[in-house]
């Protein structure tokens, strides 16, 4: 029996290209993600052999490796084709009733890499690698990491920088933009395969394009008031990186806040702020509108095509409002978050804003040490007005993390590992682990000092 059963490989010709990654000179294993190994039942491969088959160097029995295509919406601006430019899909792998992508990130170019040269570098390929396993362990819906190789080769960016090739495990590689593109196209039959096979493998009880456009809506909403809850900033939520299955996908310039502020921003080519912390939520919306357009054309009846799907992507505000009371009464302790339950987190919200305090930890302390927790004159009301309605120390428990992928922890792990050190990317990898726990090393718990602070990512492409 084979490893593999690659659905999307079966779709028609125009979905993709098929093609082996690159070879690399010297493919060493970095990191090896061995429970989600065991779970997608992989065979026990030896160090040298993952390394081949991870770096591109060879490819597994039953693989059928290919770049998929597809289009978006980036920074609002439409590009009608973008696609797998530095990532290859090696092939599908089913385990307990479960279908799981294996793809490559960084493993040469394709016919979509435009100007890029398909390749990635030690950073990105361990920030992808540090921060989707942190959501995991958080219980926020995420693509996976499975491996990270390096090349033995060097990258050129603005400088010379070591490359390396992140494996990625999602429950598909299927964007907003793979709709987009035969939408635009005008390619109607290719259109409808898309969804009957994204039916069939992500929302099996949907009722058809309807029923099918509103489960996006619904996992789309509950996704970002879970970002929204531990402070995540995605940085590039553009249409391509719009994941239909709802999970966390395409860790660019991705940061989770220390200090908190509502119109946060780091990535260094978001320069109108359009992706900022708290415009997620509507661009989440907006690119459901993009979806529900490239959609249209299978709806029998243009104008009441266009009158139903209106009022789906309008339903985004109810779940995400429904999700948003959920988690972060959590993180309050109150398991039935009314409009009082709501307007405790807005003036905490607002009083952390103006005190520029840390996000993860003002929740955090508010259990173990509330008199820690902040330092505003409305503060001592709040404290008296939240313990009235009587907080469940168990539930904040459970949703206020101790540690998270800080910025300049991130880096610092990156930095040493292009220094060949991999000791701090391997301790805050098994700090991520188990996130609201005590870390062992209290520094993962801390934020920056003032001369740690990073200000700024980048999508290091
Ligand atoms: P991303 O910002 O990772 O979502 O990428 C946006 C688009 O640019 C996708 O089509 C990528 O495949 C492509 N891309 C990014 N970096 C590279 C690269 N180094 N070489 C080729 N294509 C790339
Ligand atoms: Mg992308």
Known sequence: MTLFDNSYARLP????TKLAPTPVAAPK???WNSELAADLGLPDWNADEKAAIFGGNAVPEGAEPLAALY????????????????AILLGEVVTGGTRRDIQLKGSGPTPYSRMGDGRNWVGPALREYLVSEAMHALGIPTTRALAVVTTGETVLRETPLPGAI???????HIRVGTFQIFAAR???????SLVDHVIARHYPGADGVEGFLEAVVARQADLIAHWMSVGFIHGVMNTDNAHVAGETIDYGPCAFMDDYHPARVFSSIDHGGRYAF?????IAAWNMAQLATALLPLMPDREAGIERFTEIVNGFAEVYQKAWRRVFGAKLGLSDLGDAGVDLVTTLLSMMAEEKADFTNTFRYLSSDPDEALL????ADWLVRWRVAEPDEALMARANPQVIPRNHLVE?????????????????HAALQTPFDAPTNARFQMPPEPDEVVVQTFCGT
Do not use: C, K
């Open 13 to 16: 010709d125009q979905f993709y």
């Open 29 to 31: 294993l970095r990191a």
């Open 71 to 86: 289009a978006g919406h980036q920074f609002g601006n439409w590009n009608p084709q973008l696609g797998d430019g530095r």
């Open 166 to 172: 992140v494996t990625r495990v999602a429950s598909s």
């Open 186 to 192: 005008q390619d109607t039959a290719a259109l409808q």
């Open 278 to 282: 708290s415009n997620q939520p509507n």
């Open 376 to 379: 505003h004159s409305g503060y």
């Open 412 to 428: 610092e792990a990156i930095q040493a590992a292009v220094r060949e050190d991999w000791a701090p990317f391997e301790a805050l």
